[in-house]
């Protein structure tokens, strides 16, 4: 079996390259007083060689790794999506970017923020977007921009959607095709998102003079899991709703799937609503109405705000609310 290959370290290339290693360093930072045949030679070892500075050193050395850091509770859907945004912003930045995820796991969510940023404070990045961050009080001693955030007060510039204009639209949709028993797979009751559009939803029926009831309203969490049990409960009894506002695509495809098991059709039997617009909405069966958030834009803007804050550049505005709209699709139609 073949041996991992050791890491390449600025001794080797000296060695190689014939000269001290505070040459190569000259050379590395570009500083005066190295012959222009030597740089010529060191530069050619590093390439032969393929060598590259530990991010930990650099930043020992200069402060500053020119790294971003991304950190999420998990790799789903709207994290993908925001991650596209993101490369798109880093790109001819002089920035590079690291995305840190702990995959999900279950228990450990709360307060994931603190311990993602410990790992990476003072040496890694020079700055991090949190993407649906669970708490407000981080502190940590370089810049953090937070996407789509927790429910408290923060000080964090943030970057969103506008939730309260797109719950609106949702539910006056599905008001407007005639439908009144509508229920609601909520989202994660930590988010400002998820509160907002809970808080629309029960405004909405009250504008058109429904009744609210509470039976309707389960909680999804954003989850597939957890909306699957939650759409199960919801279409399988007797009194069942003729519409679902899901608070996000995940929720609102699991309850796409829970409705084909039960023998129901889709939008003859049971309108759906999304909201997100993640690329999977357009390829599910009925392709899923929904509302669209800008998520890719949202971490293309996250990611330029957080390059301004670490350049110590003004920034315009560190509150920035995106506009949101309804696509529909095949899911809803008439009651």
Not at 154 to 181: I, Y
Not at 192 to 220: I, M, T
Not at 309 to 327: D, G, S
């Amino acid at each position: 079996m073949q041996q991992p290959r050791a890491r390449i370290t600025i001794r080797d290339v000296a060695q190689h390259a014939g000269v001290s290693v505070a040459t190569v360093s000259k050379v590395l930072n570009q500083r005066y007083g190295v012959a222009a045949d030597t740089t010529a030679r060191v530069q050619a070892v590093i390439s032969e060689l393929g060598y590259e500075a530990s991010l930990v050193a650099q930043s020992l050395r200069n402060h500053r790794t020119n790294v971003i850091g991304i950190l999420v509770a998990d790799l789903e859907p709207f994290s993908a999506e925001l991650l596209k945004g993101a490369a798109d912003a880093i790109r001819g930045s002089g920035f590079e970017l690291v995305v840190y995820s702990a995959g999900g796991r279950p228990g450990d969510m709360v307060g994931w923020e603190r311990r993602y940023l410990s790992r990476l404070s003072g040496t890694l990045v020079d700055g991090a977007v949190l993407v649906t961050p669970t708490v407000v009080d981080v502190r940590y001693g370089a810049p953090v921009v937070a996407v789509d955030p927790h429910t408290g007060s923060s000080g964090f510039p943030t970057v969103d959607a506008d939730n309260l204009s797109g719950a609106r639209l949702a539910t006056e949709h599905l008001l407007g095709l005639g439908h009144r028993r509508i229920a609601m797979l909520t989202g994660r009751a930590d988010l400002e998102s998820a509160k907002q559009r809970e808080q629309v939803y029960r405004e909405a029926l009250a504008a058109a003079g429904v009744p609210f009831d509470e039976s309707l309203v389960r909680v999804g969490g954003y989850d597939a899991e957890l909306s699957t049990r939650a759409a199960h409960e919801l279409l399988s009894g007797p009194e069942r709703p003729t519409a679902v506002f899901a608070a996000n695509d995940v929720s609102a495809i699991a309850t796409l799937k829970v409705a084909l098991s039960l023998g129901l059709r889709v939008p003859e039997d049971l309108s759906v609503v999304g909201f997100d617009n993640i690329p999977e909405s357009a390829l599910c069966t009925p392709p899923l109405t929904t509302v669209n958030q800008p998520i890719r834009t949202m971490g293309e803007r996250a990611v330029e705000m957080l390059i301004r804050l670490i350049r110590e550049q003004p920034v315009e505005r560190t509150h920035l609310t995106l506009a949101t709209e309804l696509v529909v699709r095949g899911s809803t139609a008439p009651v």
